[in-house]
């Protein structure tokens, strides 16, 4: 990949920034998964999502289950002025809000996760507790692919289901990799939209970086009725930077000097902006 | 008491409307009313325990009580790690319940059987751990806790059995069942029975046991477990759980810890299944849990002290 056409609009751009910035300064990995989000997170956070205050009980909520991927989340909350640059630059350290996996004492996350497969139940939950509450708020979930092997996924796909939860949005970051191989040599889901219709899910496909097609995909979802929803969106792990894309050791590897230089380059931005 | 909690939740639900249950398609029999009266705060969420306490912690941090029900091993070991990253972390207000105290679900065999329960909810600290002995208890118990702020386990036993004299619930004290001055024997759940079937047979012989409900485990009712264990010097633990873990070790540590001089015997299950099961009755029995087994220990450890 090069130049900045292929690593979406502005606010996207940002988020990849603050992801190589930060893990960067923190010496910390998960920046493959992170940047494979960026597109859907940016998507979510500036045209998506209403909050207008992160206390609002009726604002949409968005629970990042792939938890791993924190730091596009961090970025997201910082662009839309829910999280400080001063706390954001805590990232890993002592003392800090910000983890490597979300937890819910930062403003604007509402459930820690990290561990697999269990913020996706807790978004089932939050989405029976608006509908049981009259609330109009939705709720969207971002889950990874390798998320999909942990049995309770399936558990929670058969209650939305079963209760016609409409109110909830389920996306799946579907890049192909998990945390030290591929899907297809470790557990291959394909035909992943497959698998969510059988569940009777209505399910949608798209390219997880073509944001004018993920918001055309989101904001025409009627979440007053019918069945839940997901968007598997295809991505690229490691999405906009080429040394990173579709390479494992990017799942765990923090970057050196060398490598943010290029990273920054690749992205369009400034290295430290 | 596991009818008591199918009346008493009916109760809680009709005043409080943050009340909500969910079973993991369990309580045939049981829950039927509650299901009848509250349609709209009931889901059978399926053999599917670790999604239960998932959906609860999403409806417990909107501002529900919500209830989940299940026999005491599917409700606390299957689901363990979403108790621990769910109700506990958040510190939401989810309520445990966990049916069959230790053998209740005798023939049912070892996949039914609840002998840790106690011990990996005691272990996390925020948890409240409830173990009534009878269903007076199980009632006032869960009147008097199911709106605490943070998440609760209650242990529920299902046999039914001699009746045991009407006693209340504190969180701070503990229920004296039957006084005593020769020995103590601090009972944990619906095995009371056994304890106090034990102290009429040591009557029998001139010794007199005093028995007591510790109804809540966690936080533990320390001061209440420490005065009363220093004026007996020889005190007893028993519960249809492994020995580690539950109220035995409690009591354990109590004394240690408060240098507290008197002889311990905890009575309690120290070996895995052997493969064979029985009615209820029968693997106390098998286990040294029943009031004979108990008594001839107790007398045992009295002798050898005289």
């Known amino acids: 990949m090069n130049g900045t056409s292929d690593v979406g609009d502005l606010f996207a751009r940002c988020v990849r920034q603050i992801i190589l910035e930060q893990s960067r300064r923190a010496n910390v990995g998960h920046i493959g998964s992170a940047l494979s989000i960026a597109d859907l997170i940016a998507v979510l956070y500036d045209r998506i999502l209403k909050i207008r205050s992160a206390s609002d009980p009726d604002r949409d909520r968005f629970i990042l289950s792939k938890g791993h991927a924190a730091l596009a989340l961090y970025a997201a909350l910082h662009l839309k002025g829910l999280l400080d640059k001063r706390t954001l630059d805590t990232y890993c350290g002592d003392d800090s809000l910000l983890g490597v996996h979300p937890e819910h004492a930062l403003p604007g996350v509402d459930f820690c996760s990290g561990s697999l497969g269990q913020g996706f139940s807790f978004a089932v939950g939050t989405a029976l507790a608006a509908r049981i509450q009259g609330s109009k708020r939705r709720v969207f979930v971002l889950l990874s692919d390798a998320e999909c092997n942990e049995g309770v996924v399936w558990e929670a796909v058969q209650f939305a289901a079963q209760h016609r939860l409409s109110n909830l949005c389920a996306l799946i970051d579907l890049n192909g990799q998990q945390a030290i191989g591929y899907t297809k040599d470790i557990l291959d889901l394909s035909p992943m939209a497959e698998k969510w219709r059988a569940f009777r899910w209505e399910a949608f496909e798209a390219d997880g970086h073509d944001q004018a097609a993920i918001f055309r995909l989101l904001s025409g979802m009627n979440f007053a009725e019918g069945t839940p929803r997901v968007v598997v969106a295809r991505t690229v792990f490691g999405k906009g930077v080429s040394f990173m894309e579709n390479q494992i050791p990017w799942h765990y590897l923090p970057m050196n000097k060398e490598q943010y230089a290029r990273a920054c380059a690749e992205i369009g931005t400034a290295e430290g902006t | ?306």
């Open chain 2, 1 to 306: 008491m596991r009818n008591a909690f199918a009346k008493s939740i009916i109760e809680l639900a009709e005043k409080d409307e943050r009340v909500v249950l969910l079973t993991g398609d369990l309580g045939f029999m049981v829950l039927e009313p509650f299901a009848r009266q509250f349609p709209k705060r009931f889901y059978n969420v399926g053999a599917a325990e670790q999604n239960m306490v998932g959906v609860a912690t999403g409806l417990a941090e909107a501002g529900f009580i919500p209830f989940v029900y299940s026999i005491a091993n599917f409700a606390s070991l299957r689901p363990y790690e979403f108790i621990r990253n769910g109700p506990l972390l958040h510190r939401l207000p989810v309520r445990i319940v966990g049916i069959g105290d230790g053998f209740d679900y005798g023939p049912a065999g070892p996949t039914h059987h609840g002998l840790e329960d106690v011990g990996v909810m005691r272990l996390l600290p925020g948890m409240t751990v409830i173990a009534p002995a009878s269903p007076s208890q199980t009632r006032t118990a869960l009147q008097e806790t199911y709106a605490l702020a943070g998440p609760v386990y209650y242990r529920l036993g299902k046999a039914s059995g001699k009746p045991l004299p009407e006693i209340g619930f504190h969180p701070e004290t503990i229920e004296t069942l039957r006084p005593g001055r020769d020995a103590l024997i601090l009972t944990l759940g619906g095995i009371a029975q056994e304890a106090l079937a034990a102290a009429e047979k040591l009557e029998a012989k001139g010794v007199f046991l005093e028995v007591a409900a510790v109804a809540q485990v966690a936080p533990a009712p320390e001061s209440a477990i420490f005065e009363m264990a220093r004026r007996f010097p020889v005190v007893a633990t028993l519960e249809a759980h492994y020995v580690c873990g539950g109220i035995g070790s409690l009591v354990a540590e109590i004394i240690a810890e408060h240098g507290i001089k008197t002889r311990l015997v905890r009575f309690g299950v120290r070996e895995f299944s052997s493969g064979r099961t029985g009615s209820t009755t029968w693997l106390r029995k098998r286990h040294g849990l029943d009031g004979e087994s108990v008594a001839e220990t107790i007398l045992q450890v009295l002798g050898g002290r005289r």
